[in-house]
T-cell receptor
Framework: NAGVTQTPKFRVLKTGQSMTLLCAQDMNHEYMYWYRQDPGMGLRLIHYSVGEGTTAKGEVPDGYNVSRLKKQNFLLGLESAAPSQTSVYFCASRGSGDINYGYTFGSGTRLTVV | AQTVTQSQPEMSVQEAETVTLSCTYD???????LFWYKQPPSRQMILVIRQEAYKQQNATENRFSVNFQKAAKSFSLKISDSQLGDAAMYFC????????FGAGTRLTVKP
């Protein structure tokens, strides 16, 4: 099925470890986004991309890096994980012509940093 | 920066009854989009309904409708004939360029 796929779905990290979350979409969407979801705070935008090779900061970018080397993939990296980065991470995408539509979301990655 | 406020952390409704979830937002823009998303325990984000700010007519999708008050910057969701499957977190979202979300309202449906 077409859509947004996130890997992994679950991960436990130790403080200081690094990891990369992968988001892949097969809808030829230009725009891709990374959000984190925390209880009582909704979804907050970490970074986003408006096209291959571009990235930009969102509301809460500190401690994260991203790359969009291929149009279909958007990677979120944690260089040195901290307990405050324990969260559920969502990737989303939309096409450039879908201006009045919502985003297509992945199913999320639950990350625990101990 | 745009902010989205959902003042009801939790709501409860009896099956077959009607419930309204509140949302207000802050913006200086005149052209934008508003959305309601549903998030069941599966964690999947499901688009429920959307509204273009330039349209005066309130959007409707089956049992779901909105009351969009542009001057008041209010965007409430009404769920009619509530069903057990409507139980979920509901997020209000605003989009001008990127999408910003409220903190969510957890809806419980009592049989």
């Amino acid at each position: 099925n077409a859509g947004v796929t996130q890997t992994p779905k679950f991960r436990v990290l130790k403080t200081g470890q690094s990891m990369t979350l992968l988001c892949a979409q097969d809808m030829n969407h230009e725009y891709m986004y990374w959000y984190r979801q925390d209880p009582g705070m909704g979804l907050r935008l970490i970074h986003y991309s408006v096209g291959e090779g571009t990235t930009a900061k969102g509301e809460v970018p500190d401690g994260y890096n991203v790359s969009r080397l291929k149009k279909q993939n958007f990677l979120l990296g944690l260089e040195s994980a901290a307990p405050s980065q324990t969260s559920v991470y969502f990737c989303a995408s939309r096409g450039s012509g879908d201006i009045n539509y919502g985003y297509t979301f992945g199913s999320g990655t639950r990350l625990t940093v101990v | 920066a745009q902010t989205v406020t959902q003042s009801q952390p939790e709501m409860s409704v009896q099956e077959a009854e009607t419930v309204t979830l509140s949302c207000t937002y802050d913006t200086s823009e005149s052209d934008y989009y508003l959305f309601w998303y549903k998030q069941p325990p599966s964690r999947q984000m499901i688009l429920v309904i959307r509204q273009e700010a330039y349209k005066q007519q309130n959007a409707t999708e089956n049992r779901f409708s909105v009351n969009f008050q542009k001057a008041a910057k209010s965007f409430s969701l009404k769920i009619s004939d509530s069903q057990l499957g409507d139980a979920a977190m509901y997020f209000c979202a605003y989009r001008r360029s990127d999408m910003r979300f409220g903190a969510g309202t957890r809806l419980t449906v009592k049989p």
